[in-house]
Structures are given as C-alpha cells and as structure tokens.
C-alpha cells in the first residue's frame, strides 16, 4: 500500500512543495532508523522524513488513532486535522482545496 501511494505523493509534493502553506512530511515506524533512510534514497523522496521507532512503541500512531501505514493526514497551521484516511488522486484535489486552489 505505502508504494502504490508514493507516486500520488510525490506528484503532490511536486504540485505545492515550493508553497509556503505547505509542509510534507513522513514518519516512520520501522524498526530500524536504516530502513526508512534507505526507502527514502531509494524512491527519491524530497519532502522531510522523520522516524517514530518501533509502532508498538511509539505515542504519534496511538494518538492519532493510526491503526494501518500509510496514514494520510492533512492538517492545517493551527494544528487541525482536516481530513484522514487519504488515498489516490484524490488527496492533490483535497490538498488543493486547503490550500484555496
């Protein structure tokens, strides 16, 4: 599932990385600090990534209520959670809409 995501989420950070609304971000929650590095450099990802540790041990998945990777968030400046559960082409029109586009 995180690979057949990844190219509607490079194409979305291609589309409004350069925004100064917008910030992307990936957390990881292998178990391995190496792991995520190496996915990043292999697949090319631009945007800021950052790691969780282990998912039976980390606070952010049991806050956020993430019970299955990915997990497609976007929140607005404030800290609001605008809208969950993203996935396909549909996230760049719903990215767009917070954006005023």
Do not use: C
Request: glycine share 10%; hydrophobic share 45%; no cysteine.
């Amino acid at each position: 599932m995180i690979k057949a995501e990844m190219r509607n989420l490079k194409e979305i950070f291609d589309a409004f990385g350069n925004e100064e609304r917008f910030a992307m971000i990936s957390l990881s929650v292998d178990a391995d600090p190496a792991a995520p590095k190496k996915y990043g450099r292999d697949e090319g990802i631009a945007w800021t990534q950052g790691f969780l540790g282990e998912w039976s041990k980390d606070d952010v998945t049991k806050k956020y209520g993430v019970f299955g990777i990915p997990a497609i968030f976007l929140i607005d400046p404030e800290g609001n959670i605008l809208a969950t559960d993203l996935r396909g082409a549909h996230m760049k029109e719903v990215v767009a809409a917070g954006l005023g586009k």
